[in-house]
């Protein structure tokens, strides 16, 4: 299943107030594994930007003019995500951050039934403690000493590996992996493979098998390969 990890910067907290988007990160991951394959943009947001948001992700107005407005990437981000689930920390905050600049440009919304909280699964698995996505680094031993500042690629990159450990997909995946070296030996041997529920239909079919047979016997009583067998 593919599925997208995301998360944005902005000039402040509230876009019914006129705040705006500033920065897009996107992670492309794919049966819950990292695929490498990333969307990420600065977007200049015509406006001036906040002492208290400048502290926190150090993206200033004089960076952001000479970036691309959301318009003129609206579409490459819109293909990247596809209609793919949006894993999002917080999800209520970015998505209406991103369905502001589409109704700005008359675009449809995303529709929030797309959207996979990590916070909300985090409050379920943990509850009464923080769970910031630093403190689920922490939690998670993933290294997060590069988060000097927000960014939304790198963010989307840690939420990424906080994802994979909250829902338990990378214990499924060392278990996978252990099974795997247990058929081994000094590393060689056959990967296990699962097995279908139901096998495949047979693809060669009476009529195939009699022409095969009616070929045969127009080799006659000494087929070529009647000397290799008696070699």
Request: proline share 6%; with cysteine; charged share 30%.
């Amino acid at each position: 299943m593919r599925e997208i990890v995301l998360d944005t910067e902005t000039t402040g907290l509230d876009p019914l107030r006129g705040d705006r988007l500033v920065e897009i990160g996107c992670i492309e991951i794919y049966n819950r594994m990292p695929t490498g394959q990333t969307f990420h943009r600065y977007i200049n947001p015509e406006r001036n930007m906040p002492a208290e948001a400048f502290a926190v992700h150090g993206l200033s107005a004089e960076f952001l003019a000479t970036k691309p407005l959301f318009t003129e990437v609206v579409e490459e981000f819109l293909e990247f995500i596809a209609d793919a689930p949006l894993v999002i920390h917080n999800a209520s905050f970015d998505i209406s951050f991103i369905n502001a600049e589409l109704d700005r440009i008359k675009r449809q919304p995303i529709p929030r039934d797309r959207l996979v909280d990590t916070l909300l699964l985090a409050r379920r698995k943990h509850p009464g403690v923080s769970n910031r996505l630093d403190d689920l680094c922490s939690r998670y031993a993933i290294d997060n000493s590069r988060r000097t500042k927000h960014g939304a690629l790198l963010d989307a990159e840690l939420l990424a590996e906080v994802y994979i450990d909250l829902i338990g997909a990378r214990q499924s995946q060392l278990v996978l992996a252990s099974e795997t070296r247990g058929n081994q030996t000094n590393g060689i041997g056959e990967t296990p493979r699962r097995q279908r529920e139901v096998p495949l239909a047979p693809r060669i079919t009476d009529a195939d098998r009699e022409a095969h047979r009616a070929f045969v016997a127009t080799l006659g009583d000494k087929p070529i390969w009647n000397e290799f067998l008696a070699g």
